[in-house]
């Protein structure tokens, strides 16, 4: 189906477009939880010209969110904990 988008589509555009938009991604993902992976998706959405319902959307995010919470947020706080405690035995 041409409207569909693999994983390695979405990588391979996400290693051309993430260096150039790291800052404002970080920013966002800091300031409003927003995630990255996600607006990197709807980048390449957008530049194919294609879009999600809003059912679509709510339920991708829904997911992410949940990963999130159960995996990524935990593994921040250890990265962030390790790199406080390597400054303070410096």
């Known amino acids: 189906m ?3 988008i693999s994983a390695d ?3 391979q ?3 051309v477009l993430y260096p150039k938009v790291k ?3 970080l920013r966002l993902q800091d300031e409003h939880g927003a995630n990255v992976n996600l607006l990197l998706l709807l980048c390449l959405l957008e530049q194919r010209q294609l879009s999600l319902t ?3 959307l ?3 995010s829904t997911m992410l969110q949940r990963f999130s919470v159960q995996f990524t947020q935990p593994l921040r706080a250890l990265r962030k904990q390790s790199n406080t405690a390597v400054l303070t035995t410096e």
Do not use: G, I, T
């Open 2 to 4: 041409a409207d569909r």
């Open 9 to 11: 589509e979405l990588w």
């Open 13 to 15: 555009f996400s290693l």
């Open 23 to 25: 800052p404002a991604c």
């Open 54 to 56: 809003r059912a679509q």
């Open 58 to 60: 709510y339920q991708l």
